[in-house]
């Protein structure tokens, strides 16, 4: 979100066609495209959590646009998200990854999304439903919270807090709580457009997605 005071004050505001949307949203169409179809609606399946997670650790010290731009490159690169296919790699790929103009090049991200990859697989061997596992830190609902100004959007939360300790337990890297409140937002599991954004007074269809 914005530092700058005057940008932390913005509501949601009109774009173009007529649709107020959240003060973050840019005039990119990717971004409105992203902010309209995904951002806060109910997200499921193991693989589209599990690449989200891994976008929003990459986005760390970023803007989300960066990222998004960046989505398709991030698929390519990581096998689609598969976890064991990503568990699998070794040294050349790692070297092929840090050659890649396509995605954000730094060793430490590019570590956390293979340690994620094999902790997954774990939860797997054990029984573990990811999707359930995520879902039940808002008890599998969508908590709605609706932020007037830039400024009343928070960083993390008592549920971002409580997903970000269990990650980390189970091995997860790159997942600090305010990641994790990045995620739910993103996710659905916070649905936090601001007051008057089109999307909070009709939000229309689809209500969930699953990947």
Known sequence: MARDPDARRATARRHADGRRRCAWCGDDPLYVRYHDEEWGRPLHGERPLFEMLCLEGAQAGLSWITVLRRRESYRRAFAGFDPRKMAAFGAADR???????????????????????????ELRERGVDFDALLWRFTQGRSLKRRPQRLADFR?????????????????????????????????????????????????GKPQSRRG
Do not use: Y
């Not at 990854?97 to 956390?112: Q, S």
């Not at 409580?162 to 990641?179: D, N, Q």
């Open 95 to 121: 070297a092929r990854l840090m050659r890649d103009a396509g995605i954000v090049r730094n060793r430490l991200k590019i570590e956390a999304f293979i340690t994620n990859a094999r902790a997954l697989l």
């Open 155 to 203: 960083a993390h939360s008592p549920q971002s807090d409580a997903m970000s300790r269990e990650l980390k337990r189970l091995g997860f890297k790159f997942v600090g709580t305010t990641i994790c409140h990045a995620f739910m937002q993103a996710v659905g599991m916070l649905d936090e457009h601001q007051r008057h954004c089109w999307v909070a007074r009709d939000p």
